[in-house]
């Protein structure tokens, strides 16, 4: 059998170094797997069968991320998310992704004394294309 051995005696850590008290409780832990990009900012969604939109993206990570739409298209539906930056010379860079529509979220919120909502979708990513790359129509949904 073997000896259990002895923890060394780290109560004095807590002493030199006090801890930072959270402004908020945590309750339980972080499950997303990729850091998120807390920034809103103009994406436009692709889709075959629901057109072209402007959308508000929010919470972007490299697995996917949040986008406020006017409609929500069905869960499981292929988009083309497009990231565009255009530059004061009249310069477009451009990241194209595409990606899957996943849960559905209806956010109510109040404002200057008015109720207000708004729908968001979840998107995560499938791939990155070039800008120029036509996708084959098999691949859209």
């Known amino acids: 059998m073997k000896q259990r051995r002895e923890l060394p005696d780290l109560s004095h850590v807590l002493d030199d170094h006090p801890r930072p008290v959270p402004a908020l409780p945590v309750s339980g832990f972080e499950k997303r797997i990729h850091t998120r990009f807390d920034k809103a900012f103009l994406v436009q969604i692709g889709s075959e069968l629901y057109g072209d939109t402007f959308a508000i993206a929010r919470n972007v990570s490299t697995g996917g991320i949040l986008v406020e739409m006017t409609y929500a298209p069905p869960l499981g539906t292929v988009v083309t998310v497009h990231f565009q930056l255009f530059h004061a010379d009249d310069r477009l860079d451009e990241i194209v992704a ?44």
Do not use: M, Q, W
């Open 98 to 141: 595409r990606a899957e529509v996943k849960p559905h979220h209806y956010l109510n919120f109040s404002g200057s004394g008015e109720a207000a909502s708004t729908r968001a979708i979840g998107l995560r990513f499938l791939e990155f294309v070039d800008p120029g790359d036509r996708i084959a129509v098999d691949r859209l949904h």
